[in-house]
């Protein structure tokens, strides 16, 4: 594994059809908006690739408003997960916003959860990357996520104002 580098996706541009595919398959169904749509608002957000070399390893979609970037999606080819390439791209999106806040949002551990283990193990290990649990939770598309913030954090008003900025930005299309 080498130093991944990132690359601006622009409607059927390089690496669409590779990162609509990871897309489905990370997501299937849940949690998602519409990929022509992400793709549609790409030049009102990022929609980064990373590569290994030549070699696509994923992708992140990030919603930038007032200074909070909000990163909405995040995925890693499967057989390439477990081997650092998630850290690396949780590392770039640090240095890519720096000086704004960031905000993930993984999946919000459930009472009765089968994966609650699973995801509190996700939300301690984003910790020793420098995220912090804002305490709260983001209800977004029926589901609920952790918000864990970088670079100080983002309240719940805030979160709400990103989010509205971001149907707006759907409606325009």
Do not use: W
Request: hydrophobic share 35%; glycine share 10%.
């Amino acid at each position: 594994m080498g130093e991944l580098s990132t690359r601006k996706i622009r409607p059927d541009g390089e690496g669409t059809e590779q990162m609509r595919m990871l897309y489905t398959a990370s997501y299937r169904g849940r949690k998602t908006i519409p990929f022509d749509d992400l793709v549609a608002v790409s030049d009102r957000c990022d929609l980064i690739g990373l590569y290994d070399g030549d070699v696509f390893v994923g992708f992140f979609f990030t919603l930038r408003h007032k200074g909070v970037d909000i990163i909405l999606y995040m995925a890693i080819v499967e057989h390439l997960r477990r081997k650092g390439y998630g850290t690396q791209a949780v590392r770039i999106a640090s240095r890519v916003y720096e000086g704004d806040r960031i905000v993930l949002l993984p999946d919000a551990p459930g009472v009765g959860d089968r994966l609650q283990n699973t995801r509190y193990t996700v939300i301690r290990y984003l910790d020793t990357l420098g995220f912090e649990d804002a305490l709260y939770r983001y209800h977004f598309l029926n589901y609920d996520y952790q918000v864990l913030c970088y670079g100080g954090t983002v309240s719940k008003d805030e979160m709400d104002d990103s989010m509205r900025s971001l149907r707006r930005y759907l409606r325009c299309r």
